[in-house]
């Protein structure tokens, strides 16, 4: 057990939805970074979020956007919703800006979207 | 962009038998980290490496940061079917906010 948490495991839904995944870290980590996973694009860094603020940006599109609130839970939300979001969809915490020292992994979401 | 490559992409060996793979880079990174992966599961932190050069041993696993930080190698001795996985490397460049991560490389350890 990781210490990191992820709602909901598992996520059907239909094509033009919206969603929202939650994120709470490991207690004492300031950093949440989301992560999506899907069969040929390997691990593809989103977004992440130090402290409350938007730190880095990835591959994210603009249907998909993030948040870190105050207590540090972190939502990760996908709009008009396409049958390529399909994917896992991972949020990592770590205690630094950077990661250096390795980040922690949730169980992850299974987005399947019909 | 930093980018890590990962070889072999797939190594089916036999339970007993040692491997090694490898993470590449044109980058100098901070440090690299070792993560594995087991379908639906995710990544479980390994091993962190910051120094050139640096070996660090985890029971049958041994990892190593090149002395120019720019690649790694992990070698498992004897494997077992429960070594079977997707082992990624991931490398993070100071204060920049982000790892990279290559693609992995997906270990089957036959019985």
């Known amino acids: 057990d990781s210490g990191v948490t992820q709602t909901p495991k598992h996520l059907i839904t239909a094509t033009g939805q919206r969603v929202t995944l939650r994120c709470s870290p490991r207690?004492?980590?300031?950093?949440v970074y989301w992560y999506q996973q899907s069969l040929d694009q390997g691990l593809q860094f989103l977004i992440q979020?130090?402290?409350?603020?938007?730190?880095a940006k990835g591959n994210i599109l603009e249907r998909f956007s993030a948040q870190q609130f105050p207590d540090l839970h972190s939502e990760l939300n996908l709009s008009s919703l396409e049958l390529g979001d399909s994917a896992l969809y991972f949020c990592?915490?770590?205690?630094?800006?950077?990661?250096?020292?390795?980040?922690?992994f949730g169980p992850g979401t299974r987005l399947t979207v019909l | 962009t930093q980018l890590l490559e990962q070889s072999p992409q797939f190594l089916s060996i036999q339970e007993g038998e040692n491997l090694t793979v490898y993470c590449n880079s044109s980058?100098?990174?901070?440090?690299l980290q070792w993560y594995r992966q087991e379908p639906g599961e995710g990544p479980v932190l390994l091993v962190t490496?910051?120094?050139?050069?640096e070996v660090k041993k985890l029971k049958r696993l041994t990892f190593q940061f090149g002395d120019a930080r720019k690649d790694s190698s992990l070698h498992i001795t004897a494997a077992q079917p429960g070594d079977t996985g997707l082992y990624l490397c991931?490398?993070?460049?100071?204060?920049?906010?982000?790892?990279?991560f290559g693609d992995g490389t997906t270990l089957t350890v036959k019985p």
């Open positions: 990592a915490s770590s205690v630094g800006l950077a990661g250096s020292s390795g980040q922690f």
């Open positions: 207690s004492g980590d300031l950093s």
């Open positions: 979020y130090y402290n409350g603020e938007e730190r």
């Open positions: 980058s100098v990174f901070s440090s």
């Open positions: 490496v910051v120094t050139g050069g």
């Open positions: 991931a490398g993070a460049v100071g204060n920049a906010g982000k790892s990279t």
